[in-house]
């Protein structure tokens, strides 16, 4: 059993910058892939990046690459988003999820969610 637990969400301007962290229980984070979803009001949880196990392999759909890093310390069992240029449409919870492969982790077949965290952009 793994329990995610985010934090870091808050309010932010245009352009601004947030970094989002999710902390892990258990002995076992470093055999998970692990990612991060968001969902806005109105829309489904969608992926938004994912990472291995050893955090050498990462992916991110268009609409954040090369604006969000997703990096982890397994001595510490946390994972982190970093956003930076971040726009109104940013806007959601995001989650913290965990999976046995990064496969399931982009695909959103995971084995454990967090409870999520919000982050609102305004513009």
């Known amino acids: 059993q793994v329990q995610l637990v985010e934090s870091g969400g808050g309010l932010v301007q245009a352009g601004g910058s947030l970094r989002l962290s999710c902390a892990a229980s258990?002995?076992?984070?470093?055999?998970?892939?692990m990612g991060w979803f968001r969902q806005a009001p109105g829309k489904e949880r969608e992926f938004v990046a994912g990472?291995?196990?050893?955090?050498?392999?990462?992916y991110y759909p268009d609409s954040v690459k090369d604006r969000f890093t997703i990096s982890r310390d397994n001595a510490k069992s946390t994972v982190y988003l970093q956003m930076n240029s971040l726009k109104p449409e940013d806007t959601a919870v995001y989650y913290c999820?965990?999976?046995?492969?990064?496969?399931?982790?982009?695909?959103?077949?995971?084995?454990?969610w967090g409870k999520g965290t919000l982050v609102t952009v305004s513009s």
């Open positions: 990472l291995t196990q050893s955090g050498g392999v990462t």
């Open positions: 999820a965990a999976a046995q492969d990064i496969w399931q982790v982009r695909t959103g077949r995971v084995d454990y």
């Open positions: 258990g002995r076992t984070f470093s055999t998970y892939a």
